[in-house]
């Protein structure tokens, strides 16, 4: 790979190019593959990756262009990469914006190193740990234990770094019931190795597994149409997050949100905070893609829209100050105890699915618990439906809480008025 200082020289010495973004991003995983509880591969990865983001000013525009660096790459090559990607920003004609001006450099630096090896092993250790049913089996098992670090470093004298460790493990549950087979599938990321919490989650999908062989369809189960509708895990963070977005400066400048600063626009103890920062979540980062560094900021303060948020680039446009791509979402509001009334628990989509444009969100559902007043009942192969810019007025929220890749707050949004068909 080219050294760092000889790339920065290139791109400094060419008149063409009026700025750049140098993003370096290294990787260092143990990665486990079984077959049940075999171990069918085990190895160590390392990999380093280098891109530059190149910015041309012509005319009242700015375009830009990205040149991916390989081990292959010398700086003849690299000037050759650079000369193609010149002529194609030359070709795109936005209105100009800039990159971020010198800030305080962040450092959240390399992590200390660890034995990655340990750390997947003990994971493993964990998980099979939990696989100890007949009636339940893990078919499938992936383990990754990684060391990442993103680096960026701008024409404009910014140079931050990000490190963090990350554990993704896949599952895929398997079940034999009455003759058929059925399975369900499984992610989990954290920025720890708790072998505990690792092998309760694996109980939990477990069970879950058990839960979708037995599962009832909608035609068994009468369910009133007004009942408690509980969504959490991914559709949770694809909900908050688009909601959220209508008062991104991108989303304003391309005339696509739906509401403005200061309207009411939620229920009234609705709380949204996007930051840099949040303890557990892995998408947590000091700065973004442009160099700016970033600082948390409110956008909807019981039900009402009270901020805007975004990039640079938008920023520039819409005259406002910029806050960056803020990567936490943060939420509050009205908890309610939802244990003694009848309600629909989603626990897995087949897809999940949510449409910014319209509002819809929802999907198959391949696994929901439904309690009737006395016990849960597993109900699958049914679909919700539900329109966010209506049906967050009256959402509610869980008294649990979690904590996602990009999402901390309550384990559920609450509705009660969706479409279950």
Not at 272 to 278: G, R, S, W
Not at 301 to 308: E, F, L, P, Q, V
Not at 348 to 359: A, D, L, M, R, V
Not at 398 to 404: D, G, N
């Amino acid at each position: 790979m080219m050294k760092l200082d000889k790339i920065i020289s290139i791109l400094d010495e060419n008149a063409m190019i009026d700025d750049y973004v140098i993003s370096l991003n290294r990787r260092k995983s143990s990665e486990l593959f079984y077959a049940k509880k075999s171990l069918e591969l085990n190895r160590f990865v390392e990999v380093e990756s280098i891109s530059v983001e190149i910015y041309v000013d012509h005319d009242e525009y700015r375009g830009s262009s990205n040149v991916v660096i390989t081990a292959a790459d010398n700086v003849s090559s690299f000037k050759r990469k650079l000369g193609a990607a010149i002529r194609k920003a030359r070709a795109i004609n936005n209105p100009w914006f800039p990159i971020a001006e010198k800030c305080a450099d962040v450092d959240e630096g390399t992590l200390e190193e660890e034995d990655l090896n340990k750390l997947s092993a003990k994971a493993a250790k964990a998980i099979f740990k939990a696989d100890n049913r007949e009636d339940v089996w893990l078919s499938a098992t992936e383990i990754f234990a990684s060391m990442k670090e993103e680096e960026i470093i701008t024409s404009k004298g910014n140079h931050h770094r990000h490190g963090q460790f990350e554990l993704f493990i896949e599952v895929i549950p398997t079940v034999r019931h009455n003759g058929s087979e059925f399975e369900v599938y499984k992610a989990i990321r954290k920025g720890y190795v708790k072998p505990k919490e690792i092998e309760r989650e694996i109980a939990e999908t477990m069970d879950d597994a058990l839960l979708r062989a037995k599962a009832h369809s909608l035609s068994e189960v009468e369910i009133d149409k007004d009942v408690l509708v509980l969504i959490g895990g991914d559709m949770l963070e694809n909900i908050v997050d688009g909601f959220a977005s209508e008062l991104s400066y991108r989303t304003i400048y391309n005339h696509q949100n739906h509401f403005i600063k200061g309207d009411e626009v939620a229920d009234g103890s609705l709380n949204i905070k996007l930051d840099h920062y949040a303890k557990g979540c892995l998408s947590s980062k000091g700065f973004d893609k442009s160099g700016l560094k970033l600082t948390g900021k409110t956008i909807i303060r019981n039900g009402k829209a009270i901020g805007n948020y975004g990039e640079l680039r938008y920023a520039h446009y819409l005259k406002k100050k910029a806050t960056g791509n803020l990567p936490i979402i943060i939420l509050g509001g009205e908890a309610v105890d939802y244990h003694h009334k009848k309600h629909l628990l989603i626990k897995n989509f087949s897809s999940p699915q949510y449409e910014s444009s319209s509002g819809y969100f929802g999907g198959e559902v391949r696994l929901a618990l439904y309690y009737d007043g006395n016990e849960y009942i597993p109900l699958t192969g049914f679909s919700i439906a539900g329109n966010i810019y209506n049906d967050i007025r009256n959402v509610k929220v869980s008294k649990e809480e979690t904590t996602m890749s990009y999402y901390k707050g309550p384990k559920y949004l609450i509705f009660s008025n969706l479409s279950i068909y």
